[in-house]
């Protein structure tokens, strides 16, 4: 499977954005998709997860109540929707798959990895 992420940029404190992820592979909806972001200076951190359907979702605790993920299959994309941006919210952020849950959810560890979009939030 290969990602490519797109949508991010810089916005001020209380916008929106909406990232894409975009994958090739005809094996699409049976993957877990997720979404990490790594700030300057800190380990890349889990933020939202789908399952293959999308009816199941996972987030951190950070983004609950901001972010929303969504996939649509016959297009392999997956989005994040960001509301209510804040500054802590600036980091890369990658897209990434894994066949399993865990991988992705709880180890951080996914089998495939985008190669990220900046998101900069201005206070």
């Known amino acids: 499977v290969q990602l490519v992420e797109s949508g991010g940029g810089m916005v001020q404190a209380g916008d929106s954005l909406r990232l894409s992820c975009a994958a090739s592979?005809?094996?699409?909806?049976?993957?877990?998709i997720g979404w990490f972001r790594q700030a300057p200076g800190k380990e890349r951190e889990f933020v939202a997860a789908?399952?293959?359907?999308?009816?199941?979702?996972y987030y951190a605790d950070s983004v609950k109540g901001r972010f929303t993920i969504s996939r649509d299959n016959a297009k392999n994309t997956v989005y994040l929707q960001m509301n209510s941006l804040k500054p802590e919210d600036t980091a890369v952020y990658y897209c990434?798959?894994?066949?399993?849950?865990?991988?992705?959810?709880?180890?951080?560890?996914?089998?495939?990895w985008g190669q990220g979009t900046q998101v900069t939030v201005s206070s």
């Open positions: 990434a798959a894994d066949s399993s849950v865990a991988p992705v959810v709880q180890l951080a560890s996914p089998a495939y």
């Open positions: 592979g005809r094996t699409f909806s049976s993957y877990i």
């Open positions: 789908a399952s293959w359907s999308g009816s199941r979702t």
